[in-house]
């Protein structure tokens, strides 16, 4: 089945960025979506920000938009989270996921948990005040 592998977290200030990247084993269809989430002890995993492989389908949730941007290149079945002006409570594991369901209907990835097939390890991000 398809693996997952995380890279670019990292310890930083306050204001500072950071890069995320996953890489995929494997190809995954257009029509499915990349995502990422989050995960802090004693809180359910949160979806931050999904793009549809084949293009299009971006999803940010509200308290990250307008600070993070989400990206692909699929010559290297690599999506990207680029994190700028970080905060302390953006502290988490982030985690990529792979083969969420796409809303053709709206042009939305939907970030529900079980609407992803794959995960990988995740990468520690550590934001200090």
């Known amino acids: 089945q398809v693996q997952l592998v995380e890279s670019g977290g990292g310890s930083v200030q306050a204001g500072g960025s950071l890069r995320l990247s996953c890489t995929a084993s494997e190809y995954t269809y257009s029509n499915y979506c990349m995502g990422w989430f989050r995960e802090v002890p004693g809180k359910e995993r949160e979806g931050v920000a999904a793009i549809r492989r084949g293009g299009g389908g971006i999803y940010y949730s509200d308290s990250v938009k307008g600070r993070f941007t989400i990206s692909q290149d699929n010559a290297k079945n690599t999506v990207y989270l680029q994190m700028n002006s970080l905060k302390p409570e953006d502290t988490a594991m982030y985690y990529c996921?792979?083969?969420?369901?796409?809303?053709?209907?709206?042009?939305?990835?939907?970030?529900?948990?079980?609407?992803?097939?794959?995960w990988g390890q995740g990468t520690q991000v550590t934001i200090s005040s």
């Open positions: 996921a792979a083969d969420g369901a796409y809303d053709y209907k709206n042009d939305v990835c939907r970030v529900r948990i079980t609407d992803f097939s794959y």
